[in-house]
């Protein structure tokens, strides 16, 4: 593996994070080190990676400048992990209060082999409550040469007793220059032939994560060709495949289509924090797509491709900056919230941004929470009535079609189905009189107006 091989030894080394490197490495010169460290940031960024320097650092048996020589044998323990001294724990999948008595007790007793006890806790803010306040008062007392360094990807999870007992540093998102540079190092020193617009695509598409760079690179390092076209036809079958569904059906209004593709998601396990995250980089980078026009390529890190399919999308920049700052005022990431913040976005795509009237758009007034609500009626009435269909054998091509087409609703509550093909537009036809009295019976809504389009989309 490429990253292990490559992994930075000295403080030096590390890329991109030189503000932070550089007073650490001057503590361990002035012998001034601090109890306990709080890194924070990105994944990838080198926060465990600093910890592990730190490790050898002061347990260093021939140091130079605050660097760790790397050969010498508390050195080498550290690195290889058999110091019994330096102790790292996954705070993800060691997070009960039984797995801190066990770090506290340890500190009972002196060091065994080294100078510095190290404790590095990665992933801190997974902890529970009942295993931080166990740790509470070790962390504002702890044992004579004894560091603590805890990293974490949510640094706002924590409680503030935890963050006012630490020297805190922030770890940033490394450049594309820096990730490019050692990509260029490591494919020298590996003889991986690799073009450099093969290595700024790599760069670029790791959003400012080090260690996800190297990855992709030891992943197409075995391509029969390492060229542009093949790494970016890699990286395109990328997880932006959900963002760019998800995000054509909030700007298409097609809001049954986002809730079933959030449901999707939710039968995959995925994680709805680091998904709606990732999705609000997203419309930032549909945004840039709009304003930057030709230049786009400069300020988002994706595939060419991508940025093509970005451009491509039919919507306003008004539209995506009120989506924007609809998705940042949600305060719990989690999938109810996902779908709220969906049904309302799908609610006012096409609507001017700061109140201003464009052509074309309908500024007819309405309530959006009794908007939301009659969609999740109608969408209700779609699934009852599909149930209905397909239980009755003269029906069930009407039931099969209609589960396939995809519905839009507006504020005017007009309900466009849209069949794949002109066969299937034809069997909704022949049932709309059924879809009509289904949707109000169902719903309870009796003021719809169902239209059948045809299979390119047009009503």
């Known amino acids: 593996m490429l990253y292990n091989e490559f992994r930075p030894k000295r403080f030096s080394d590390i890329?991109?994070?030189?503000?932070?490197?550089?007073?650490i490495r001057n503590q361990v010169v002035k012998k001034n080190v601090s109890h306990a460290y709080l890194f924070s940031g990105t994944r990838g960024t080198g926060k465990t990676t600093t910890a592990k320097v730190l490790a050898k650092a002061v347990n260093c048996l021939n140091p130079k400048d605050g660097e760790p020589c790397g050969t010498c044998e508390m050195c080498k323990k550290i690195e290889d992990g058999n110091c019994i001294d330096v102790i790292e724990m996954d705070a993800a999948s060691k997070r009960r209060i039984e797995d801190m008595r066990n770090i506290i007790s340890s500190l009972n007793y002196p060091t065994t082999e080294a100078k510095f006890r190290v404790i590095i806790l990665d992933?801190?803010?997974m902890l529970t409550q009942e295993a931080v306040n166990a740790f509470l008062k070790t962390l504002e007392e702890p044992p004579q040469n004894t560091?603590?360094?805890?990293?974490?990807t949510d640094p706002q999870k924590l409680p503030a007793?935890?963050?006012s007992r630490c020297q805190r540093f922030n770890f940033r998102r490394v450049s594309i220059e820096d990730i490019y540079k050692r990509l260029k190092y490591i494919s020298e020193k590996s003889?991986?032939?690799?073009?450099?617009k093969s290595l700024v695509l790599i760069s670029k598409v790791s959003d400012g994560g080090m260690r996800d760079a190297v990855s992709i690179l030891d992943q197409v390092k075995d391509l029969n060709n390492v060229s542009y076209k093949e790494v970016s036809e890699l990286l395109g079958v990328s997880g932006n495949e959900n963002m760019f569904k998800l995000s054509s059906y909030i700007f298409q209004r097609n809001i049954p289509a986002s809730l079933e593709l959030i449901n999707y998601l939710d039968n995959q396990g995925i994680d709805f924090n680091v998904f709606i995250k990732d999705f609000m980089r997203f419309l930032r980078h549909i945004l840039m797509s709009k304003v930057m026009g030709s230049e786009a390529n400069s300020v988002i890190p994706m595939t060419d491709t991508d940025i093509t399919r970005l451009s491509n999308l039919k919507v306003t920049k008004g539209e995506v900056i009120n989506t924007i700052?609809?998705?940042?005022?949600?305060d719990s990431k989690d999938r109810t919230s996902l779908e709220l913040a969906v049904i309302k976005a799908g609610s006012f795509v096409g609507k001017p941004a700061e109140g201003k009237s464009n052509k074309g758009?309908?500024?007819t007034n309405y309530n959006e929470v009794d908007f939301e609500e009659k969609v999740k009626?109608?969408?209700?009435?779609?699934?009852?009535?599909?149930e209905n269909f397909k239980k009755l054998p003269q029906y069930k091509a009407l039931g099969d079609t209609f589960e396939k087409s995809k519905m839009f609703i507006n504020k005017v509550m007009e309900i466009k189905i849209v069949p794949a093909t002109l066969k299937e537009k034809n069997i909704l036809e022949e049932g709309y009189t059924w879809l009509e009295k289904g949707y109000k019976q169902f719903s309870g809504i009796s003021d719809l107006k169902i239209i059948i389009c045809d299979n390119g989309g047009k009503c």
């Open 15 to 23: 890329v991109g994070q030189g503000h932070i490197t550089e007073i």
């Open 123 to 125: 992933e801190v803010h």
């Open 147 to 152: 560091i603590f360094i805890l990293a974490t």
């Open 161 to 163: 007793t935890i963050l």
């Open 191 to 196: 003889s991986i032939k690799v073009d450099d």
């Open 325 to 330: 700052e609809l998705f940042q005022k949600i």
């Open 361 to 363: 758009v309908e500024n």
């Open 377 to 386: 009626k109608i969408t209700f009435a779609k699934k009852q009535m599909v």
